[in-house]
């Protein structure tokens, strides 16, 4: 009997079989999990030498494209505004960003330079010295942010030169438009519509995502995250075993690394992994293969992460000295763990329940605990169908409740930038509604799962 002759029941049989299997993926070379390595080394390299490129853009230019907005009234001294949609702007991150680079002294290299990462500061220190410096005046930086990458640069500082603030703001919105429709299009091509409305519907409702280009880098940090999201769910698509898997999550976080100031990293941690998940078991990995393919994702993108991380401080330390490097970042570690600060109490889960709070009442917070609801009828139709295993189930909550883990693991910095670190629960929450909507909808490709 051929395969197009076959009934739908026979079909779905082969899947459940399948799905019953608790087989491990067949043993893969340590080599082929060096390639993950070599491609986080490489990343590496080629980090740093965008940081260099992106410094040569000529600070004067920078300099003198933001001082027309200021002239525009597109920069100003506020650091927090909010927005008719009731969403508070971060102009301090902006303005952070945006000057990044500039108050160099003139000895400095441009290597050196995009290494220590010199800055004018927020809005409310950076505005006074660019109208000093519209006057003849040198720029003074407010400091050398160099625990970061700041791989945004590569936008930034030519954007500002060739396009103006309001064109870095809108260059920055399309890149993120972008990502973010790529991303539903791909998934709605091999799942559903619904499946990848699920996904972007949390997001797009419940976040200050409209609002997204008034802060250029939590857009290039939107675009960041679904990018990633994007080649993460076309890789694996094409080649699945956990080799690749390690190669993709460890290019994902050390992406995340690179681009985020901070913004959605745990929300972006939870959809890389969820998307590898889901896009393994539509093409019919089950059991325990399954689970590997979850467990190395979210794993390998956290060793990317902190990897990139870790090699941004190394290469400070080459500059500024190694010792001087290691105290800021010891400092600077302890006082987002557990550092004192005004708007931060030392108790476990005050940090959840601020951004939880913060989430729930946005604009469309009503619709959250509908979506809850949702998520919570079909994970019981999913195990009562058996399209879903408890220990896939419990691994997608797991997943899910990464921002959560994030939010108290980092507790001074969750709680007063809870406004900001919130926008990780709609992500995480879309990718554990879409997770579950494809596990319920199996039965539509029931032949490509088999496969």
């Keep these: 009997m051929s395969q197009e002759a076959r009934s739908d029941s026979e079909q779905f049989a082969e899947v459940v079989i399948d799905e019953e299997s608790d087989s491990l993926p067949s043993p893969e070379r340590p080599s082929h999990f060096l390639r993950a390595l070599a491609a986080l080394a490489l990343f590496q390299v080629l980090a740093l030498f965008a940081v260099i490129v992106a410094e040569m853009v000529p600070d004067r230019l920078v300099a003198d494209a933001l001082v027309e907005g200021i002239d525009q009234e597109l920069v100003t001294t506020t650091n927090h505004p909010t927005t008719g949609l009731d969403n508070r702007v971060d102009r301090w991150t902006e303005c952070t960003a945006l000057t990044m680079g500039l108050g160099d002294t003139p000895t400095s290299s441009v290597i050196e330079s995009a290494i220590t990462s010199p800055h004018l500061g927020k809005c409310d220190i950076s505005v006074p010295k660019l109208l000093a410096y519209r006057e003849g005046a ?249 399209t879903v295993h408890w220990s896939l189930l419990l691994l997608l909550i797991g997943l899910s409740v990464a921002p959560l883990v994030w939010y108290e693991a980092l507790s001074n910095h969750s709680q007063i930038h809870f406004w900001i670190t919130y926008k990780s629960l709609p992500i995480a929450f879309g990718a554990l509604l879409f997770a579950l909507t494809v596990a319920n909808t199996s039965d539509r490709f029931s032949n490509h799962a088999a496969g």
């Design 138 to 386: 040198m720029l003074e930086p407010s400091f050398h942010y160099y625990r970061y990458w700041h791989g945004y640069t590569i936008v930034t500082r030519p954007s500002l030169a060739v396009l103006g603030v309001a064109g870095t703001r809108m260059l920055t919105l399309a890149l993120a438009a972008t990502a973010i429709i790529a991303t539903t299009v791909a998934i709605s091509r091999s799942t559903s519509i619904l499946a990848a409305l699920a996904l972007v519907a949390p997001v797009f409702l419940t976040s200050d995502l409209v609002d997204v280009a008034e802060s250029v880098p939590h857009a290039i940090a939107t675009a960041a995250c679904w990018a990633a999201g994007f080649f993460a769910w076309i890789s694996i698509g094409r080649k699945r075993n956990l080799a690749r898997i390690a190669t993709v999550g460890v290019l994902a976080g050390a992406v995340a690394a690179f681009l985020d100031l901070m913004v959605l990293i745990p929300g972006t941690l939870a959809l890389i992994s969820i998307l590898v998940l889901v896009s393994t078991w539509i093409h019919g990995w089950r059991g325990r293969r399954l689970l590997a393919g979850g467990v190395v994702a979210s794993a390998a993108w956290s060793i990317g992460f902190v990897a990139t991380w870790v090699t941004k401080w190394l290469v400070a330390g080459l500059v500024l000295g190694f010792g001087a490097v290691a105290a800021d970042v010891r400092t600077q570690v302890s006082f987002r763990v557990t550092g004192e600060h005004s708007s931060v109490v030392e108790a476990f889960g005050r940090a959840t329940r601020l951004n939880v709070e913060y989430w729930l009442n946005r604009p469309l917070g009503f619709l959250i605990p509908l979506g809850i609801a949702a998520a919570a009828y079909l994970a019981i139709r999913g195990l009562r169908r058996k």
